[in-house]
């Protein structure tokens, strides 16, 4: 029998929160992103899950054409672009998208003659200040790349550091779409804008809030990008990991529990052992205290995560006894709950997911 650790994948879930994505922003094309195997899904389930996106992004150029091999006819997008000759014979080859955001890419771009033309997402530098032309330099970018002749459509992208604050201190939403609108004015071609926490912005943002094409990825999978919660958002978790207790302890007050003896008992009680631990992905730097359910009931992990295992609080669950369902997140826990105690971002949680975890779909 295979450890109990199991990744369910809830392909209703993705296509609910596709359809989630569309209605805050209904006059967008939606590309859904699907990079890092799908922030952990399965690049496969993804496809199903998203079959009526407009188009799929990614970052992995194998797996961008695995996307073709899969039958996948849709526009596929290269959120970094291409990163030498080949990438680009690639690109035409298999009718793939790539973003444009330095004059290293247009200048091979420019030396590298294809057979067939690739459409280009020009990117802007609004203040993220990772890639991406400067507002002052965009028309010029603009205007080498439309003079390439295998250069087909070229849409205007950025992206958004802050979409997830109201009014952030340092660099509002606001400012960036300022930013963006000057450097884009009187330039031709479809806008790309918004990730997850700038759709959740577009229905209140509307009259400046321009994203022909909206690039959503947490939101898809049932995470947010902070700012709210899943279920206020109208969203479903794709993804519920879940375990078994494989042991159980009664121990006394004064005991402890784990490596380093992290934790201590105060009263006698019983804690269980679940087969889940950083080397299946669970942060090892959980703390004592971060939100477990077994058998449905929520609970909380106690001690240092281990390679293999971890320890939970059975108090509260005195029927639980080995065997016992364990969910570390997912249905009945939201991962951003599991995340914030362990200081870290579901998007963080989902992409680390070990290959040694079995994956079931529902
Ligand atoms: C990852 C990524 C997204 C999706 O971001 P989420 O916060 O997951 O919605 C959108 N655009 C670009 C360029 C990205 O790299």
Redesign the pocket.
């Known amino acids: 029998m295979p450890r109990p650790i199991v990744a369910i994948i809830h392909l209703a879930a993705l296509r609910h929160n596709l359809a989630r994505a569309r209605a805050c922003a209904p006059d967008s094309r939606a590309?859904a992103?699907v990079?890092a195997n799908a922030?952990g899904h399965g690049l496969e389930r993804a496809l199903r899950g998203f079959a009526e996106a407009d188009g799929l992004?990614l970052?992995e150029f194998d797996n961008a054409v695995r996307l073709r091999e899969l039958g996948w006819t849709k526009p596929v997008l290269l959120?970094?672009g291409w990163f030498d000759a080949a990438d680009l014979h690639t690109m035409a080859r298999h009718g793939l998208n790539g973003?444009a955001h330095c004059d290293e890419q247009i200048a091979l771009l420019e030396s590298t003659p294809l057979a067939r033309r690739i459409d280009v997402h020009l990117?802007m530098n609004t203040g993220m200040n990772r890639l991406g032309f400067r507002p002052h330099e965009f028309a010029r970018a603009h205007a080498r790349l439309r003079a390439i002749p295998h250069v087909g459509e070229i849409t205007l992208?950025t992206?958004f550091a802050n979409a997830d604050e109201a009014a952030h201190r340092c660099l509002p939403i606001g400012e960036q779409i300022r930013r963006f609108d000057a450097g884009a004015a009187g330039l031709p071609g479809p806008r790309s804008l918004a990730?997850?926490?700038?759709?959740f912005r577009m229905p209140e943002l509307k009259e400046t809030l321009v994203s022909d094409w909206i690039?959503?990825?947490?939101?898809?999978y049932g995470?947010t990008?902070g700012g709210g919660s899943a279920a206020e958002h109208g969203l479903l978790p794709a993804m519920t990991l879940a375990s078994e207790l494989i042991g159980v302890q009664d121990i006394a007050a004064g005991d402890f529990v784990g490596y380093g003896s992290r934790f201590e008992a105060d009263r006698a009680m019983r804690i269980g052992v679940v087969a889940c631990g950083y080397a299946d992905g669970y942060p090892r730097h959980a703390p004592t205290g971060t939100p477990v359910l077994v058998n449905g009931v929520r609970t909380r992990s106690v001690g240092r995560v281990s390679m293999d295992m971890m320890a939970v609080d059975l108090t509260d669950v005195p029927e639980a006894r080995v065997g016992s369902r364990v969910v570390l997140w997912g249905q009945g826990l939201p991962i951003d709950e599991v995340a914030d105690s362990a200081g870290t971002i579901g998007?963080e949680l989902m992409c680390a997911v070990a290959p040694r975890v079995r994956i079931e779909e529902d």
Do not use: D, Q, T
Not at 195 to 199: M, P, Q
């Open positions: 590309w992103v990079k922030y992004a970052i959120l970094e973003a990117k992208m992206h990730n997850s926490a700038g759709v690039r959503p990825g947490i939101m898809l995470g990008p998007y």
